[in-house]
């Protein structure tokens, strides 16, 4: 798993295609190497174990940041909820890259 290319949303195999061919939409296929982005159906619900590793890393440390800031525990929550307003488009997409990227490295 290269860091670069998981940072740059870049396929696992070549790491020069983009996976994504907009904000929600991911290609079918790497236009470089053609590498099926979709090889069964709900081939991504494993990206769900991602997505929460990636919001706990974020939300964790932000929700403590604010309770020692002298914030409540609801006004905490209530920030770290509007955060997760503002990140949740990138936790999508680095979700699905990672996942892409681990079932790549297990499976070649």
């Known amino acids: 798993m290269s860091p670069v290319a998981i940072l740059r949303r870049r396929c696992p195999r070549c790491r020069r295609g ?14 470089e190497c053609d590498l099926g982005y979709f090889p069964e159906p709900g081939y991504y619900l494993g990206a769900i174990y991602f997505s929460y590793a990636l919001s706990i ?13 002298g ?14 307003c503002l990140l949740w488009l990138p936790i999508f997409q680095y979700s699905r890259v990672l996942w892409l990227h681990f079932d790549n490295a297990l499976t070649g």
Do not use: D, E, N, S
């Open 57 to 69: 890393l974020i939300g964790a440390p932000f929700a403590i940041g604010l309770f020692l800031a």
């Open 18 to 31: 983009k996976i994504f061919a907009g904000v929600l939409r991911m290609h079918a296929r790497c236009p």
């Open 71 to 84: 914030l409540t525990y609801w006004q905490a929550i209530a920030g770290t909820g509007a955060l997760f």
